[in-house]
C-alpha cells in the first residue's frame, strides 16, 4: 500500500524558512516522480515543486522560484522542500504526491494517493 507521511509544518514570520518532509512507504521514490502541492485556504490544490523519479529534472512553480528547494534521499526514500524568504501567501497546507512533469509543471499523478499534509502559517 503506498503511503506518504508529510511534517516540518508550522507557524514562521515573513522572511522565515521551513524544511518539510515527504516520507514515502510502498514504493520507492524511483517508481515515481514526487512532488508538493500548496492549498491556500479557500483555493484549489497547486503544483509548487516536483522532482522526477531519475532525479534528473525538477520543476518550479514561478511564485517560488529561487526561495524554495526540492530535493531527496533516496535511502530515506524521502523527499525534502526547503521554503525560504517564506511570504504570507505561502499559507497553507502542503501535500506530497506521485506527480507527472508535465513540461514545466507539475500534475498530481492520476492514481490520486495523497498525504495528509502538514500546516504551514506564515504571519507576524
Known amino acids: 500500500q503506498l503511503q506518504l507521511d508529510e511534517s516540518g509544518g508550522g507557524q514562521v514570520q515573513p522572511g522565515g524558512t521551513l524544511t518539510l518532509s515527504c516520507a514515502v512507504s510502498?514504493?520507492?521514490?524511483?517508481?515515481?516522480?514526487i512532488g508538493w502541492f500548496h492549498q491556500a485556504p479557500g483555493k484549489e490544490r497547486e503544483g509548487v515543486s516536483c522532482?522526477?523519479?531519475?532525479?534528473?529534472?525538477?520543476n518550479y512553480a514561478d511564485s517560488v522560484k529561487g526561495r524554495f528547494t526540492i530535493s531527496r534521499d533516496t535511502a530515506k526514500n524521502t523527499v525534502y522542500l526547503q521554503m525560504n524568504s517564506l511570504k504570507p501567501v505561502d499559507t497553507g497546507v502542503y501535500y506530497c504526491?506521485?506527480?507527472?512533469?508535465?513540461?514545466?509543471?507539475?500534475?498530481?499523478?492520476?492514481?490520486?494517493?495523497w498525504g495528509q499534509g502538514t500546516q504551514v502559517i506564515v504571519s507576524s
Open positions: 504526491a506521485p506527480t507527472v512533469l508535465r513540461g514545466s509543471e507539475c500534475v498530481a499523478h492520476p492514481d490520486g494517493y
Open positions: 510502498g514504493f520507492t521514490l524511483r517508481d515515481y516522480s
Open positions: 522532482i522526477s523519479s531519475g532525479g534528473g529534472q525538477i
